[in-house]
Nanobody, 122 residues
């Protein structure tokens, strides 16, 4: 059974920083792209940042220059460094990834973390 466990959320003042982590555990062959999504109050879930297995990154326009996604393949972990936080960044942040369970599987399975709350407020 594969699990994604997130940590690092909390309350921070505007202009502050937080670092989210998401670790994948269980039995699997490989992890493909790892993503961070968020869902703010009354809003739809949106893609914040993604990183491929080779390290190529992509960001939503709203977070470019403030957020940095990275991954440690040896630890099966993805990180989201969030700087210069603003009130609009308040949301539940979810980790998401595609995983190949067995080496010979042709398809990937999608997994989600449980979410971690980030609140930006003075």
């Amino acid at each position: 059974q594969v699990q994604l466990v997130e940590s690092g959320g909390g309350l921070v003042q505007p202009g502050g920083s937080l670092r989210l982590s998401c670790a994948a555990s269980g039995s699997f062959a490989s992890i493909n792209t790892m993503n961070w999504y968020r869902q703010g109050p009354g809003k739809q879930r949106e893609l914040v940042a993604s990183i491929t297995g080779s390290g190529r990154t992509n960001y939503a326009d709203s977070v470019k220059g403030r957020f940095t996604i990275s991954r440690d393949n040896g630890k099966n972990t993805v990180y989201l460094q969030m700087n210069k936080l603003i009130a609009e960044d308040t949301a539940v942040y979810y980790c998401n990834t595609d995983i190949r369970i067995r080496p010979y599987d042709s398809g990937l399975r999608v997994y989600w973390g449980q979410g971690t709350q980030v609140t930006v407020s003075s």
